[in-house]
Structures are given as structure tokens and as C-alpha cells.
């Protein structure tokens, strides 16, 4: 059974940093992409950032500059840290991992259970 279980997240002033985490576990061959997305109250959800398993990142327009998508593939675990913060920056951050569990299987996507993340102005 994957499992991916995040920390972090909580209230925090505009301009303020923050910094989430999601680590995966049980039993599985590999990760492949790992990343973030957001939901806000009433909007669909949206990616955030993602890493691949070799580093290669990839970030929202309306983030870039400000979020940093990092990882340890010995730790199985992905962090945010997001600077900067803005009040439209308010949702609930979802944690993804595109997780193969045997050698011989494709990749299956992986949720999160979801940490809130609020920025008062």
C-alpha cells in the first residue's frame, strides 16, 4: 500500500514563506514525477510544480520566481517552499507521485490527502 503523507502548511502573513512536504511510503520499485497541485475554494484544481526523478522542474507562471520544487529520492520525499506568498496563494496543496510499485509495472498517480495553506493579507 503507497502511501503519500504531507506536513506542513498553515497560516501565514502576505509576503511570508512557508515551506510543505510530502513523503511517500510502502512498498513500491520507483518514483517517477513527483509534484504539487492546489485547489482553491470554487476553482478547479491546478499544478503547481513538479520535479522529475533527475531534477528537471517545472512551475505555474503565477509562482515561478517565488515556489521552489525540491527532492531527495533516497528520502522519497518532495518539498515546497514557497516565498513571497500572496494571498491568491490560499488553497489546499495536494501532494502527486507518479509511483511504479513493481519493475515491470507503468507508472500509477498517487494522491495526497491535502494541507491547507492560507495567506491573510
Known amino acids: 500500500q503507497v502511501q503519500l503523507v504531507e506536513s506542513g502548511g498553515g497560516l501565514v502573513q502576505a509576503g511570508g514563506s512557508l515551506s510543505i512536504s510530502c513523503a511517500a511510503s510502502?512498498?513500491?520499485?520507483?518514483?517517477?514525477?513527483m509534484g504539487w497541485y492546489r485547489q482553491a475554494p470554487g476553482k478547479q484544481r491546478e499544478l503547481v510544480a513538479t520535479?522529475?526523478?533527475?531534477?528537471?522542474?517545472n512551475y505555474l507562471d503565477s509562482v515561478k520566481g517565488r515556489f521552489t520544487v525540491s527532492r531527495d529520492n533516497a528520502k522519497n520525499t518532495v518539498w515546497l517552499q514557497m516565498n513571497s506568498l500572496r494571498p491568491e496563494d490560499t488553497a489546499v496543496y495536494y501532494c502527486?507521485?507518479?509511483?511504479?510499485?513493481?519493475?515491470?509495472?507503468?507508472?500509477?498517480?498517487?494522491w495526497g490527502q491535502g494541507t491547507q495553506v492560507t495567506v491573510s493579507s
Open positions: 520535479i522529475s526523478s533527475g531534477g528537471s522542474t
Open positions: 502527486q507521485a507518479n509511483i511504479r510499485t513493481r519493475n515491470w509495472s507503468g507508472s500509477s498517480s498517487y
Open positions: 510502502g512498498s513500491f520499485f520507483s518514483i517517477n514525477t
